[in-house]
C-alpha cells in the first residue's frame, strides 16, 4: 500500500525546463509545490565538472546523462501492419532524465515558430484550399502567435538568447530572420560570433539570393543577468554541448537560468529518483486526487495534491495520461479518440561538402553556433505549384568535432584499413556540413499507445511509437535536398554529397529528439486532449506542458515554444484558474 | 526491493566496473528543499578500471582482439596502430563494465527477429558476443587457412578474413553484425580520452588534428581558415604535465 503524504497545493511531474518554470511562477503566486522527479539531483558544479566533462565516450556515446532504456524503455514500429519490438537501446532520439531534462543537453537552438504555424490548417486551406491537405492531419493551435509573444520574450529574456531579430513590430531588420513573426524587442544579446563553415556557408546562400542569419542561440555570446538575477558566462565554443551539460554556465537550462532561485523557496520541494506510477483520479473520473509515485527503494507514496501538472517530456506525458485514464485513447481505425493523437517528429536531411587545404577546425564549436537559412521553412514560400506543404530551416551549425562521432570521408571511402586511414585525416578539417530541418505534419496512422506485450520494470506497459515519414514530408524533403544542392554548389569544394530522405524511419541512427503531438492543444475536445490553456478537456485539475501539445511540428527546434508554452500555461493557471477553479473553457 | 533497480552509481556511470551492490542499503530518495543541495566533493568522476591485465578476455582472445584492431587500424606513416595505441585494452575494460553486460539496455523478453528498422533484438550482450564472436573468427581462420589462428596468420590474410566478416561472407551468422561491434568498439578506443586505456598518448588525436578535452577557444572562433596552433590535452593532462616525466 502507498503511504499517503501531507497534501500540496500543486505536484509537478518532471523538474526539466517546464516545471522549473511552472514552480517557479507557481510558487511566486503563493502555492506549496513539490516537484516529483524520476531522476537524479544535478547541477553545474557537481555534475558538469569542468575537468571531466569534455569526454565524448562518457557522454556522447555512452549517454551518461540520459534517459537509460533499463528504466524506461518504448516499442517502435512504422505501421500499423508491423509488430512494435523495443528499442532495447535509444538511438533515433535520447530522451533526458534528471533534474533540468532534456534541457540539460540540448543544443540550444531557439526558435520561435511562424505566425502561420499556429494557424496552419485556416492558413494553408485559405492559401491552397482543403484538398491539398486532405491526406494530412493538421490542426490549429487554439493559440495564436500574437496571443504568445509575450511568453516567447519571457522564455527567451530568461535564458538570454542571443540573435538578430528580423522583424521588430512588423519592420524588417537587416541580418535577422525577414520571415520570422513580429517581436516587440530585439533578443537580449546579440548573436554569437562566427566560426569559419556557417561565414562560408552564409556567403554561399546570399550569393543565391537567399537571408542567412544568426541562429538564434542559448549559448550564450556574452555574460548575462537574467530577470531573476541569475548570471551566466560567455560561451566557449569548447565543442561539448549536445549530450553534455555545460560546465561553464554558459548555455541555457533549468541549472543556469531557474534553479538557483526557486530552490531557495521555502514553498517549493524537489523529490529526485522517484518515479510517478499514476495520476489518481476520484471515483468519477473527472477529478485528479494527487499522484503515486514509487522512491529510489521501491517504497510507495501518494501525494495528494490539488493541482497536478504533467511537465515530463512530451512522450511521457502522453503515457502518463493512458495509464493514468485521462483522456479518449487515440484509435487510428476510427481517428477518434485523442491521447496518442497527432505524434509528429521531424524530417530531416544532411549535406557534406568536401574541400582541400582548407582549416574548418570543426572542434571550435557550439550547439548553436551557426547560421540558419528560412526562405524555404514553413509556408515562407509559395507551395502553390509544388506537391507538398511544409518546409524546413537549412542550418550550417557545426555543433562539434568529437572524433568518436565526428568523421566525414566521402561515399565509397572504406570503413577501416590504411586507405580509411588516408581519408579520415585528409578530410576532418576539410568538410563543411549543413542539414535541412523539415516539419512533421501530422497523418492519421501516425500515433502513441500502450503496447500490448513488453512492460517497464514496474509491470507497466511500455509506450508503442507507430510512426513513418508521411509521403508529404518525404516530398518535401526531397524537393529541400534540391536546394541543398544549389547553396553546396554555390560552396564549391571538391565533391558534395546531398542525402535525401526516404519512407521507413529507423529508430537506430540518431536524427533528432524533437518528439511532438500525443496530447495535442485546441479548441476542439475531440480533435484535442488539451485545450488552449493546456488544461486537460477531461480532468481540469491536469495541465500537460510540453511539445506534447503541439498539434504538429515545424521545421524548428521545439524548446522555444516548449518555453513558450509554459510561460502561456503558467499565466492561464495565475490568472484565471486559481481564482476560479475549473474549466477555463468550455466545450 | 524488486532486483530489477538499478542505482544511481549504474545508471549513471558508463565508465567504471560495474557495482555489484544493486543499491546502497537504506539508500532514500533525495528530497531537497530550502538551498540548492550543494555539496563538495559530490561529482562522479570518470572512474575506468586500471589496465596492465585483462579483465575478460583470455589470452587468445586478446591476441585475437590485438591481431584484429592491427588491421582495422594498421600502422603506418599516419599514426601508430590500433594494437599500441592500446585499443584491444581499451575493449576488455570496457566489456568489464555496464558496456559489457548491456545493464543499462532494455533486456526483457520475448525476444524477437525485428526489422532493420528496430535496431538489435538480440538477448546477447556485448561481452557475450565478443565470446562467441571471436571463437567463430578463430574457427574460420583455422577451417579456411591451414589451421592457423586469426593472429597467426600474415596481415593480407588477416584483412581477407575480416572482409570476409564484414560482408557477413562466413559461415557464422551473425558475422556482419559482430564486425561492426567490433569497428565501433575499435574506433571508440582510438579516439576516447587516454583515461580509458586507448589512444595512447593521444595518437588518434594528433593523427586528424583534435586538440581533445579543451574548453575555451573564444581567442580563434574567428581565426578563420588558420590551424589551430595547441596541441592537445586529455583529461588526465599531458604527459609531459606529470612529475618525472621530463
Known amino acids: ?587 | 526491493m524488486p532486483s530489477s533497480f538499478l542505482s544511481r552509481r549504474r545508471f549513471l556511470s558508463s565508465t567504471g566496473m560495474m557495482l555489484l551492490i544493486a543499491s546502497a542499503p537504506g539508500a532514500r530518495a533525495a528530497e531537497y528543499a530550502g538551498a540548492l543541495p550543494w555539496k563538495p566533493f559530490a561529482a562522479l568522476p570518470p572512474d575506468p578500471p586500471p589496465g596492465g591485465r585483462w579483465y575478460v578476455f583470455t589470452p587468445e582472445e586478446a591476441r585475437t582482439v590485438e591481431a584484429v584492431v592491427d588491421r582495422l587500424i594498421p600502422a603506418d606513416e599516419l599514426s601508430i596502430g590500433g594494437k599500441e595505441a592500446g585499443c584491444a585494452s581499451f575493449i576488455d575494460r570496457q566489456l568489464a563494465g555496464s558496456y559489457g553486460s548491456s545493464d543499462r539496455l532494455y533486456m526483457q523478453g520475448p525476444f524477437a527477429a525485428g526489422l532493420p528498422t528496430q535496431g538489435y533484438q538480440g538477448s546477447a550482450t556485448p561481452a557475450g558476443r565478443y565470446r562467441e564472436g571471436l571463437a567463430a573468427l578463430n574457427k574460420h581462420a583455422r577451417a579456411t587457412l591451414g589451421g592457423k589462428a586469426f593472429f597467426e596468420l600474415a596481415p593480407a590474410e588477416q584483412d581477407k578474413v575480416l572482409q570476409d566478416f564484414e560482408a557477413g561472407k562466413v559461415e557464422y551468422k551473425p558475422a556482419a553484425g559482430f564486425f561492426n561491434l567490433v569497428l565501433q568498439n575499435t574506433m571508440e578506443g582510438f579516439f576516447a580520452d587516454p583515461i580509458y586505456g586507448g589512444n595512447k598518448d593521444m595518437a588518434g588525436w594528433k593523427f586528424i588534428g583534435f586538440p581533445g578535452a579543451r574548453y575555451d577557444y573564444r581567442d580563434y572562433v574567428t581565426a578563420h581558415n588558420k590551424p589551430f596552433p595547441l596541441p592537445p590535452l586529455s583529461i588526465a593532462g599531458r604527459p609531459e604535465w606529470k612529475t618525472g616525466d621530463k
Open chain 1, 1 to 587: 500500500m502507498a503511504r499517503k503524504l501531507p497534501r500540496k497545493d500543486v505536484v509537478i511531474v518532471g523538474l526539466g525546463w517546464t516545471g522549473s518554470i511552472l514552480a517557479h511562477e507557481l510558487t511566486d503566486a503563493g502555492l506549496d509545490v513539490v516537484a516529483i522527479e524520476r531522476g537524479p539531483w544535478r547541477d553545474t558544479a557537481t555534475d558538469f565538472n569542468l575537468a571531466y566533462a569534455p569526454d565524448e565516450l562518457r557522454y556522447a556515446v555512452r549517454k551518461d546523462l540520459f534517459l537509460q532504456p533499463a528504466q524506461e524503455a518504448m516499442t517502435m514500429r512504422n505501421n500499423v501492419s508491423q509488430t512494435a519490438l523495443p528499442m532495447r537501446d535509444y538511438g533515433s532520439f535520447l530522451p533526458g532524465t534528471g533534474v533540468g531534462g532534456a534541457g540539460t543537453h540540448w543544443n540550444g537552438h531557439t526558435w520561435r515558430f511562424f505566425p502561420s504555424d499556429f494557424v496552419l490548417k485556416t492558413h494553408l486551406t485559405e492559401r491552397y484550399g482543403a484538398e491539398r491537405i486532405s491526406d494530412l492531419q493538421i490542426q490549429d493551435w487554439g493559440v495564436t502567435y500574437d496571443e504568445m509573444e509575450s511568453a516567447f520574450d519571457r522564455f527567451e529574456y530568461l535564458c538570454g538568447i542571443s540573435g538578430k531579430a528580423g522583424n521588430l513590430n512588423g519592420a524588417i531588420q537587416q541580418g535577422g530572420n525577414p520571415f520570422e513573426g513580429p517581436r516587440k524587442r530585439d533578443y537580449p544579446l546579440p548573436p554569437m560570433q562566427m566560426t569559419y563553415a556557417p561565414t562560408l556557408f552564409a556567403e554561399a546562400a546570399r550569393s543565391k539570393g537567399l537571408h542567412p542569419f544568426p541562429t538564434p542561440s542559448a549559448n550564450l555570446s556574452g555574460p548575462y543577468v537574467n530577470p531573476l538575477g541569475i548570471a551566466m558566462g560567455q560561451c566557449t565554443a569548447c565543442g561539448f554541448c549536445e549530450r553534455f551539460g555545460c560546465a561553464n554556465y554558459s548555455k541555457s537550462s533549468a541549472h543556469t537560468t531557474v534553479l538557483p532561485v526557486l530552490m531557495r523557496k521555502s514553498n517549493f520541494e524537489a523529490r529526485t529518483e522517484c518515479e510517478v506510477l499514476k495520476i489518481n483520479l476520484s471515483a468519477d473520473g473527472k477529478t485528479a486526487t494527487g499522484v503515486t509515485y514509487v522512491d529510489v527503494n521501491g517504497e510507495a507514496f501518494e501525494q495528494p495534491a490539488d493541482l497536478v501538472l504533467l511537465n515530463a517530456y512530451g512522450l511521457f506525458n502522453v503515457r502518463l495520461m493512458l495509464l493514468s485514464g485521462i483522456g479518449k485513447p487515440y484509435d487510428p481505425s476510427s481517428g477518434e479518440g485523442v491521447v496518442g493523437r497527432n505524434y509528429c517528429y521531424q524530417t530531416n536531411a544532411g549535406t557534406q561538402v568536401f574541400f582541400e587545404g582548407k582549416h574548418m577546425n570543426p572542434f571550435i564549436a557550439a550547439g548553436a553556433l551557426g547560421q540558419t537559412v528560412d526562405d524555404y521553412n514553413g509556408d515562407a514560400f509559395d507551395h502553390g505549384p509544388l506537391d507538398f506543404v511544409g518546409g524546413a530551416g537549412l542550418n550550417c551549425i557545426p555543433t562539434n568535432g568529437r572524433p568518436i562521432q565526428y568523421r566525414p570521408v566521402p561515399p565509397g571511402t572504406p570503413r577501416w584499413g590504411a586507405a580509411w586511414k588516408k581519408a579520415t585525416k585528409q578530410y576532418y578539417n576539410n568538410t563543411l556540413t549543413f542539414s535541412s530541418q523539415g516539419s512533421s505534419y501530422a497523418t492519421r496512422g501516425n500515433y502513441l499507445d500502450l503496447d500490448p506485450t513488453y512492460k517497464d520494470r514496474f509491470g507497466r506497459p511500455l509506450l508503442r511509437v507507430t510512426f513513418d515519414f508521411p509521403d508529404n514530408d518525404v516530398r518535401m524533403s526531397n524537393w529541400i535536398s534540391d536546394r541543398m544542392q544549389e547553396i553546396a554548389n554555390a560552396l564549391g569544394g571538391k565533391q558534395s554529397v546531398v542525402a535525401k530522405l526516404r519512407k521507413g524511419w529507423n529508430s537506430v541512427p540518431y536524427q533528432s529528439t524533437h518528439n511532438t503531438g500525443g496530447a495535442i492543444m485546441g479548441t476542439d475536445p475531440k480533435t484535442s486532449a488539451v485545450n488552449r490553456h493546456l488544461q486537460s478537456w477531461d480532468v481540469p485539475n491536469v495541465f500537460v506542458i510540453g511539445a506534447s501539445a503541439f498539434p504538429q511540428n515545424a521545421g524548428k527546434n521545439p524548446t522555444g515554444p516548449v518555453g513558450a508554452l509554459a510561460f502561456w500555461a503558467a499565466d492561464a493557471i495565475r490568472n484565471h484558474y486559481l481564482k476560479n477553479p475549473g474549466k477555463l473553457v468550455e466545450a
